[in-house]
């Protein structure tokens, strides 16, 4: 098993930046890829950004620029670095490993804009 804490989440402002972070602990040796999702209100969870194990990346089209997804191996945690954010950005983020046959899936963290 594998567990996920997200942090960072919180009240941003529009054109304001956050950094999101995920602490992985349990069998993280069996993990070949790091990904963080959100989720609005109705909606389905999207992907954002996926990180692989040799560092590897990729983005939705739709946040590609804005964001970075970057990982420190030695605190076992991801991160996920936003900038410029709009009120579309207002979702719930997950973090999310993946190993040869599982997705596991950490709780959450709400980020959401004072406007």
């Known amino acids: 098993q594998v567990q996920l804490v997200e942090s960072g989440g919180g009240l941003v402002q529009a054109g304001g930046s956050l950094r999101l972070s995920c602490a992985a602990s349990?069998?993280?040796?069996?993990?070949?890829?790091m990904a963080w999702y959100r989720q609005g209100p109705g909606k389905q969870r999207d992907v954002l950004a996926r990180?692989?194990?040799?560092?590897?990346?990729n983005y939705a089209e739709s946040v590609k620029g804005r964001i970075t997804i970057y990982r420190d191996n030695a605190k076992n945690t991801v991160y996920l670095q936003m900038n410029s954010l709009n009120p579309e950005d207002t979702n719930v983020y997950f973090c999310?490993?993946?190993?040869?046959?599982?997705?596991?899936w950490g709780k959450g963290t709400l980020v959401t804009d004072s406007l």
């Open positions: 990180i692989t194990n040799s560092g590897s990346t």
């Open positions: 349990g069998s993280i040796f069996s993990i070949n890829v």
């Open positions: 999310a490993a993946i190993d040869k046959d599982n997705y596991y």
